[in-house]
């Protein structure tokens, strides 16, 4: 990928150890829009435990409009670097109001494995998902889902349920938008 040198500076400033410098950077990124280090963006929130820098980033992913930033967020919710990450990058799944369908799957193995926070969390982004998914799809993870209610506590139980309730409901088209 080649850089331009206003995609240089803002990199350089997010890896700042002024968190001034890097709130600027991140607020720049927000303003331009520009994707193309989303990764980089995430590496900050894993790296830096300054509440305000976190949360900036956090807010940045949860406003993310380009579809194109689903892969990059999709690999680092299944990068374990990111465990502790986890359940604020699935939220911001269903902030951002991008479509995860293809996604069905993970976020379905995340409501029956995950801690409860993150769980809920997948199912707000199941709950929120529009788009076509294929009836295979739909059949092999409400088995999926069933399975899992063989091994789930109530909380988890309840969620599992919640979700065989929805699943096959998942609209095509988004229902509301902002």
Known sequence: MIIDEKT????????????EIVLDAIEKIRESGNGSILTDIIELLHDNDNIEIQKSVLNLL??????????VLITAIKNDKYTNERKDLVACCWQN???????????????????????FEAFTVIENMYGKIEDE??????????????????????????????????????????
């Open 8 to 19: 240089s500076k803002i990199l350089s400033n997010l890896r700042s150890k002024n968190p």
């Open 62 to 71: 949860s406003e993310l409009k380009d579809k194109e930033s689903i892969p």
């Open 97 to 119: 109001g991008l479509s995860y369908n293809e996604y069905l799957p993970l976020f379905i193995d995340m409501v029956i494995n995950e801690e409860f926070q993150c769980a």
């Open 137 to 178: 799809v739909i059949e092999k993870e409400i088995l999926k889902i069933e399975n899992g209610l063989n091994n789930s506590d109530l909380q988890k139980g309840y969620l599992l349920n919640g979700l065989l309730a929805i699943i096959r409901d998942i609209p095509e088209k988004q229902e509301f938008s902002d």
